[in-house]
């Protein structure tokens, strides 16, 4: 197959949801469909379950699950197809954000009951930002849940998003009797025994033929029939363009559960969904189907065993082939390197592969050369923008517990924060450190870590900051900065970049702060040029 038609067959994406949703039941039942898989349950759910923050066990099975369902790979009708797993738990949300940067597309689960949940509205956000095209899969139709238009409103609303239904359930909970499927004219009827066998669907190219009453009645009928003249009555048609700009998104529903739905939205999908976009990087655009290979590290796993340090970096591949053993520029140390076995990813299990294309992930053995964000090339000096790292939430002074231990307490924070799993600061006053993350469960995991992986004791102590913000003066040598950087002095730090950050230990001192210093401006992430 030439290079070109690798490009085009590709479709890599991602399935953010709030925790509970579906996310998992859904990959699951993707995978199903592509032959990857061949019964429920193989696929682990990565969250952490409920109550178990302090339990390390509970901690390091999720690690190992994560390194398995990082990329699930699977062919389906031809289309090679790289779901991105996206862990749900607000705590690792950064890792989230992260690997949104390497989808070319997501999908989002929304619970019928629950409707926009608060992750999903954040997750969201982060893809509108970066025009990502999103299709919504409304879940769990089998049980009784919102009214279908109300909640359309409400992922216009909340989320921010243009929708326009692909499919429309017919019936809800106990009453519900199907779907019918907008995109494709056809009817799709709930028996309950799809989770074995996969519904066939029915042709109804005339909504008004009796035909339709005989099947789900006639009160269902009349029903769908009103809802669908209101479906196009209200919302915009579907336009290819729209979905791949990210102004329009297309919405499903069904029971990811009942294996239900999920073939319309598979099918669709692979129809509509893009292909491996361009990326731009800080000096130019860079296209798929450009000779010379080109990608970038979104995720850093360590190793599950403490014993042999490695890690594996997971590069999306932008341009190019990316080969086996072959060398490439490692852009920001500036040293080639070449891999003698990179990882490919297939479903649940990992091989090594001679060759890969844009749109894949390859997984690489690192010593400790990588971090996120950086680049490899051929040769060329360019490097891909656009992981920015976000003010953290909780923040808490790290001190070593064991002075014998310093230099691996050092080695140790290194890395994990190359990994991404904090952020460290060290303050301009006295150079202690400072450790930011988005939740608290972060904390228990650094310690855990540096103890059984670098052998190296810390404890934390708390500090007041409300947000981290990356400072942006108009000109660095007028009066105002200067007065700004003596008079905050004690709330200054730098980040693991030497970029300089403020600590608002409050969102009223942040707002004074602001008024008071008008030249200067104060974001809530790294990447504000
Ligand atoms: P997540 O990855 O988004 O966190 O969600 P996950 O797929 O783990 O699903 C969360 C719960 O919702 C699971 O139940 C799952 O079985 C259930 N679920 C998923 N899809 C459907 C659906 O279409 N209908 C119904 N009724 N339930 C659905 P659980 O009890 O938490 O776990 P389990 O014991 O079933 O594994």
């Known amino acids: 197959m030439s290079f070109i038609s690798e490009i085009n ?103 019928v009951a629950k409707g926009v949940e608060e992750q999903t509205e954040k997750l969201v956000e982060v893809c509108r930002m970066r025009n990502i095209p999103i299709i919504v899969f409304i879940n769990k139709l089998d049980r009784e849940g919102k009214d279908a238009f109300d909640l359309l409103d409400e992922i216009e609303q909340k989320l921010g998003l243009r929708v326009t239904p692909l499919s429309f359930p017919i019936g809800m909970g106990y009453d519900f009797k199907g779907i019918y499927n907008i995109w494709e004219k056809n009817i799709n009827l709930f028996s309950g025994n799809s989770r074995k066998d996969i519904e066939d669907t029915i042709e109804i190219s005339d909504l008004d033929s009796e035909e339709l009453n005989t099947l789900i009645g006639d009160t269902s009928a009349n029903t769908l029939r ?37 073939r319309e939205l598979l099918d669709c999908f692979v129809e509509i969904a893009p292909k491996p976009r361009p990326k731009q990087s800080e000096e130019r655009l860079v296209k798929p189907e450009e000779n010379k290979f080109t990608g970038f590290v979104f995720k850093i796993h360590a190793n599950m065993d403490p014993k042999h340090r490695d890690r594996l970096a997971f590069i999306k591949i932008v341009s190019g082939e990316f080969k086996r053993n072959t060398p490439y520029l490692h852009v920001r140390l500036n040293k080639k390197l070449k891999f003698s076995s990179p990882n490919a990813f297939f479903a649940e299990k990992k091989q090594i592969v001679d060759i890969s294309y844009p749109g894949d992930i390859v997984g690489l053995h690192d010593t400790g050369n990588f971090k996120i964000g950086d680049t490899l090339t051929e040769g060329e000096a360019i490097n891909y923008k656009g992981i920015p790292s976000f003010s953290p939430e909780h923040f808490r002074y790290i001190n070593n517990a064991d002075p014998l231990k310093s230099k691996q307490l050092y080695k140790g924070i290194d890395q994990l924060m190359d990994e ?4 460290l600061f060290t303050l301009d006053l006295n150079g202690r450190k400072v450790i930011g993350t988005v939740g608290a469960l972060q904390y228990e995991v650094i310690q855990y870590r540096l103890e059984h992986e670098y052998g190296a004791k810390c404890t934390y102590e708390n500090l007041n900051v409300h947000k981290a913000c990356w400072i942006e003066p108009e000109d660095e040598k007028n009066e105002e900065f200067k007065d700004f950087k003596r008079v905050k002095q004690r709330f200054l730090a730098r980040d693991k970049q030497n970029q300089l950050v403020f600590f608002a230990d409050s969102l009223f001192s942040l707002q004074l702060t602001e008024q008071k210093y008008p030249s200067i401006k104060f974001h809530l992430t790294s990447e504000f040029k």
């Open 420 to 423: 991404g799993v904090a952020q």
């Open 9 to 111: 067959r590709r479709r890599t994406f991602g399935i953010i949801s709030h925790p509970d949703a579906g996310k998992t039941t859904l990959t699951e039942k993707l995978l199903l469909f592509g032959g990857a898989i061949n019964e429920a349950g193989a696929v682990k759910s990565n969250k952490i379950k409920k109550g178990a923050t302090s339990d390390f066990m509970e901690i390091e099975r999720q690690r190992g699950i994560s390194v398995a369902t990082s990329v699930l790979a699977f062919e389906y009708n031809g289309i090679k197809i790289n779901i991105l797993d996206t862990p749900g738990h607000k705590d690792f949300a950064e890792d989230t954000f992260r690997t949104l940067t390497a989808v070319d597309s997501v999908i989002v689960v929304i619970d």
């Open 226 to 262: 009103e809802e669908l003249e209101l479906v196009e009555g209200i919302y915009p048609k579907f336009n290819n363009k729209d979905y791949l700009n990210g102004d329009l998104q297309p919405v499903f529903f069904g029971s990811a559960l009942n294996n239900f739905g999920v």
